[in-house]
């Protein structure tokens, strides 16, 4: 397998094998890192990190599996740099291929992403954008391998807002690996109609399936993953909390919906959470609204079933892979 100079924008650009060579590669690494094995022989080289919008995991999994590899970084937050403003993408991507070998993008639309890697001539790591998390799937994927011992089969349920980014990637993930996606919410957050057409025929030939409901019930039932992801993503208006909360609290990841899961069952979710009210959107919006809780409560997200820290851990090897496996040697 060769994936040297491949960018990384979305799992539909990648081939299932190709998926769990990245997902082998991540649990390779992270045994070495476990046993104080050092991979650095990326010495000499650079990456440019650049974050439009805000974060905690994808940041620092970037950071420290660069240094890990041997790497140097660039941070370029969401306010210092000329990107956008006064330097359009197709120029930053020329320029940032001058100096470094590999860049990653967290931001808007996928359109960006997608228009940065065809100016670079190095590769193109997607850290989210509003369509597509796919640095998220790999973490997650090997987060499920260790658990299930295995993907081809596997039932998840997405609830919540299934028409953005980690909706959609799911829908893509399952697609690509054999495993059962549901979205179970209200139809209002279905995936669109051409990606969910566009996912059911890659199922059909890997022998998963996409079933879209709004019965909890229904789409909980026999679960071997409950996942779900904040309502209302970075980027998107305040006014929209309030309809988002009457629109999704049905779909809650609960005691009751975790009891319908499989008893062997586990929850994920990509983080941050809102589970509590110890955070300041938490607070506002809970004093605002007069909930104490989100799209999970805190029982399930401090629950043994909750594997939510090994999959955030998970976010750093398999992004070492991802730049391991597409950098030049
Ligand atoms: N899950 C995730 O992408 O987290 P950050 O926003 O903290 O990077
Ligand atoms: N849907 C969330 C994912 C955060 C990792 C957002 O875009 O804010």
Sequence with gaps: MDLRGRDFLKLLDFTQEEILYLIDLAAELKEKKKKGIPVDTFRGKNVALIFEKTSTRTRCAFEVAAHDLGMGTTYLDPAGSQIGKKESIADTARVLSGMFEG????????????????????????????????????????TIREQFGRLQGIALTYMGDARYNMGNSWMVACAKMGMHFTACTTAKYFPAPELTAQCRAIAEQTGGSITLTEDVQAGTRGADVIYTDVWVSMGEPDEVW???????????VNRSV???????????????AFHDLKTKIGAEVGERFGITEMEVTDEVFESAQSRVFEEAENRMHTIKAVMAATLAK
């Design 103 to 142: 860049i990653e993008y967290r931001g808007f639309g996928q359109d960006i992403v997608e228009e940065l890697a065809k100016y670079a001539t190095v590769p193109v790591w997607n850290g989210l954008t509003n369509e597509f998390h796919p640095t998220q799937m790999l973490a997650d994927l090997l």
């Design 242 to 252: 309030a309809e988002r909360i009457r629109d999704l609290h049905p779909y809650q």
């Design 258 to 272: 975790m009891e319908n899961a499989r008893e062997q069952a586990i929850f994920l979710h990509c983080l941050p």
